[in-house]
């Protein structure tokens, strides 16, 4: 299918799409709300750019997509565009997810959209990030330390104090947010 | 943070081991079998990693086809007979809205492109997604394929100023919701006719060659000549009245007594900052391609048939077009912020537009110009399009996305295709009157 892909036919090219925008948005729309879709459209652009020259398999295109996605973030906030985000504390979250209109988000990209939060919510920015570029992105520990920067050792560490906190701080309450229950 | 049981409040007992904690975080277990204390977060983990959503996949198909297109090398493409080079991705201009100068609302990219696709987009939108489009093979209906660049339709939305970066003023032109005066604009002939034809071309050229300001030939894209500004409009109009294309109809004016010839002077590179290109003159296309940064385009004095542009992601550019000039069309498309393209002085026909996504830009047209459209369309915010002064046939918008913004026309102005008023909202497109 990659090899499809890098030949330029369609379905293969709609597999990855399939495959990789829904989580790629998600990890962007975390990222920088206002800016998501257009560093969406930015990424898949290099995507198309530079895939028939890239050399891998899957696994590691994944990881490459997020790589690419981290880099046009960096550059969108090196041009100013930044808007800044303030962490949500848990005691708002009930209140922001409360007053989304699920006829005007659809029910479930605002569950989504609420389970990201809530997955996130309170921890520290580093370990947010390895949460999400495991769960969302889907990479696994040494891709996750690759796309980071970081040692597999560090991610391990990570990942393992945001479980915790995580564990810790969820409620029944904020899975029946999440579920619009 | 209490909960249930004598496992909340305290941290889990049971450490982790990495591959529990590897299928924990790829959505493997179910919340039923998850280790105790973690049950919350195996359901948190499944709802985030949900099937994507239709609105998640709405620009699916375009995007699609435009990335197959690119990495085939985009040959023959929507352009029978011309080859396109690779660098100059179409890809690019449809997704990026950097490259060329092309303004594609974030919209046509996302829940637009079903819209796009039934020909349900407010006309000026349809038009300019229809345009940008046909250059990666897709064909949408084009409203305005009938004859004239009039894209009119819905009141206020220029939409996307599409194809040539300068339009934007599809409103000025024809808002069918105005159905009230129409603003004249320069007429195409005589010595406006030799400026118009010079705006036409150097924006045709830009939509088409990406950011170089080469010279077009223009043929081709014509459509994204077509730009339905009333100056272009006339020009349109005139052309078809003989039976031409706008651009066989432009190859026989000649200029009014001495003129300087088109002189691109141009090009930063993307990173350029601080660029200054200015001409004075006639015909002069001035541009600060790429993502340059507090690039001022400028061309004073009385020069017809001008375009600066800032296409790309620049940040505090300022193109003008300052004095007595007609034709002329700054645009800032892409996204950039803090633009402020401006036209002061007696100009008219004057189009500033931001297209794309940015912030807090200002378009104004102060002074007593007419015909003037200033836009902001895209996903922009506190976007302060502004006709002050004794214009006449003001009409700024604010299509797309944009947030807090607030169109106005103040002063003395006279046959307003739009009502003088406050736009505010998170607007969906059509919505800029």
Redesign the interface.
């Known amino acids: 299918m990659l090899a499809a892909a890098q030949a330029g036919q369609d379905w293969a090219v709609a597999v990855l799409y399939h495959a990789y925008h829904p989580p790629l948005l998600r990890y962007l729309r975390w990222q920088e709300p206002s800016a998501a879709e257009d560093l969406t459209g930015e990424v898949w652009l290099a995507v198309a750019q530079h895939l028939a020259s890239f050399r891998g398999d899957e696994a590691e295109l994944r990881a490459w997509l997020f790589a690419i996605a981290r880099r046009r973030l960096a550059d969108h906030r090196r041009r100013g565009a930044r808007r800044r985000t303030v962490p949500l504390p848990v005691e708002q979250f009930a209140a922001l997810a409360a007053s989304v209109d699920p006829a005007d988000a659809g029910l479930a990209a605002m569950s989504v959209e609420r389970a990201v939060a809530r997955l996130t919510a309170g921890l520290p920015r580093e370990q947010a990030e390895v949460v999400m570029l495991r769960v969302v992105a889907g990479l696994s520990v040494e891709e996750t330390a690759q796309v980071l920067g970081k040692r597999p050792g560090a991610v391990r560490v990570a990942q393992h104090r945001a479980l915790k906190r995580l564990a810790a701080t969820l409620t029944p309450d904020d899975v029946r947010q999440v579920f619009g229950v | ?4 049981g004598d496992l ?5 007992r049971f450490p ?1 081991d ?1 591959q529990t ?2 299928r ?4 493997a277990i179910h919340p039923d079998d998850a280790p105790p ?2 049950d ?2 195996a ?3 499944k ?11 709405a620009a ?1 198909e375009t ?11 985009g040959a023959g493409i929507g352009m029978p007979g011309r080859a396109l080079p690779r660098r100059k ?1 179409m ?2 201009k449809l ?3 950097k490259a060329a100068g092309i303004a594609i609302p ?1 919209m046509a ?2 829940a637009g492109v079903a819209a796009a696709a039934t020909g349900s987009l407010p006309s000026t939108v349809q038009s300019s997604v229809s345009s940008a489009l046909s250059n990666v093979g897709i064909s949408v209906p084009n409203p305005s394929h009938s004859g004239g660049a009039g894209g009119s339709g819905s009141s206020g939305s220029s939409g996307s100023s599409g194809s040539s970066g300068s339009s934007g003023s599809s409103t000025g032109g024809s808002t069918a919701g105005s159905q009230k005066t129409t603003p004249v604009g320069p007429s195409a002939s005589g010595s406006d006719l030799y400026g118009l034809c010079t705006a036409y071309e150097a924006q045709a050229a830009h939509s088409t060659t990406s950011t170089t300001g080469s010279t077009s030939g223009s043929s081709g894209s014509s459509t994204s000549g077509s730009s339905s500004s009333v100056a272009f409009s006339n020009l349109a109009a005139a052309a078809k009245a003989k039976g031409e294309s706008v651009s066989a109809y432009c190859k026989g004016v000649t200029p009014p007594g001495k003129t300087t010839s088109s002189s691109a002077s141009s090009k930063g590179t993307s990173e350029s900052s601080s660029h200054r290109p200015t001409s004075t003159g006639s015909s002069n296309a001035p541009s600060n391609p790429g ?1 340059g ?1 507090s690039n001022a385009s400028s061309n004073p004095g009385s020069g017809h048939g001008n375009v600066p542009t800032n296409p790309g ?1 620049g ?1 505090s550019n300022v193109p003008t077009n300052p004095g007595s000039g007609s034709s002329n069309a700054s645009s800032n498309p892409g ?1 950039g ?1 803090g633009n402020v393209p401006t036209n002061p002085g007696s100009g008219s026909s004057n189009v500033p537009t931001n297209p794309g ?1 940015g ?1 807090s830009n200002a378009s104004s047209n102060p002074g007593s110009g007419h015909g003037n459209a200033s836009t902001n369309p895209g ?1 922009g ?1 506190s976007n302060v399009p502004t006709n002050p002064g004794s214009g006449s046939s003001n009409a700024p918008t604010n299509p797309g996305s944009g947030s807090s913004n607030a169109s106005s026309n103040r002063g003395s102005s006279s046959a307003h295709g739009v009502p003088a008023g406050v736009t505010t909202g998170s607007g969906s497109p059509g919505e800029g009157h």
């Open positions: 943070m209490g909960g249930r909340r409040g305290e941290m889990p982790l990495d904690v590897d924990l975080l790829s959505g204390g973690y919350h977060l359901a948190i983990v709802a985030v990693k949900a099937p994507a959503s239709p609105a998640e996949m699916r995007t699609v086809a435009a990335m197959g297109a690119a990495i085939r090398g991705s890809l690019g997704l990026t809205l974030a990219l996302t993502s940064s992601s940040s996204s912020h996504s912030s996903s915010s």
